[in-house]
């Protein structure tokens, strides 16, 4: 079996899963990861501050709903990323950070520039770990990379620099495998809302992101009710365009109308959104 660096290990996998960006700064305990990125055909896109990559990540992979990267090297480098890892989990997009690590024994000594990074990014992530040993590489990328796509959110890979530069026996070939099932409330559930609705004398349609592919589902929806909808500012794209139901957003930027549907209703319904 050939030996591989684990740094191409880590971008194949990667790779492997969809990822065709990474966003990031070049430095030191990342320049293997880069140097693979450059080998392995991955476009790098080389930003002037981490946080900023971690926002165009985000956005790359909202836009496109495929697997994106962004990478920084340790220290401060990999630490710069937070809000923009925020946004993006709270956006439930499908996002792996490379948080370069220093070398492993330098770790435990207080280093100069030595983060621990698991604590800081769990609590915006879906998955948060630190490859302590090189030939389970390819292992816990594509741990990460399926947990960003299944789960939607942030996976976080904390790779030591020195461990990135050696070359292991590539092992088994482990891949993504990204389900979509269909998911649904049981019959008995379904027909408690449909009484809740049938009770209802003034309903209202509070419509997510959730809702995308679903447009005439929820056109047809509220025909049946005679109910407004109100929709969230992910949903606007997906809900409102030739929908003779809608009354607009609520918040900051919504309107009266969305604002008083929610307000006055007796009944509401949420689809495909979280209701803050």
Known sequence: MAKLKVADIIID??????????????GDTLNQITD???????E???????????????????????????????GPGSLHFINGIYEAQRNRVPLVLI???VATHELGIDFPQEVEFKPIYRNCSVFCEMLHH????????????????????VAVLVIPGD???????????????????VIRPS???????????????????????????ARSQVIRLCDTLKSPMVHTSRAKDFV??????????????GSRAGYNAIIHCDTLVLLGCDFA
């Open 13 to 26: 996998a990667l790779q492997s899963a969809g990822a065709k960006r990474c966003y990031g700064v070049v």
């Open 36 to 42: 693979a990125i450059r080998r392995r055909g991955m």
């Open 44 to 74: 790098w896109v080389h930003m002037r501050h981490e946080e900023a990559g971690a926002f165009a990540a985000g956005a790359d992979a909202y836009m496109t709903g495929q697997l994106a990267v962004c990478a920084g090297s340790c």
């Open 99 to 101: 948080a370069s690590q």
């Open 134 to 153: 090189p030939a389970e590489a390819r292992r816990l990328t594509t741990l990460a990379a399926q947990a960003a796509l299944t789960r939607r959110g």
């Open 163 to 181: 461990l990135s530069a050696l070359e292991v026996d590539d092992g088994p070939a482990y891949r993504v495998h990204t389900p979509a099932p």
């Open 187 to 213: 019959d008995p559930e379904l027909d408690s809302i449909a009484a809740m609705l049938n009770e209802g004398s003034r309903v209202t349609v509070y419509a997510g992101a959730g809702c995308e592919g």
């Open 240 to 253: 409102e365009p030739e929908n003779p139901y809608n009354v607009g957003m609520t918040g900051v930027f």
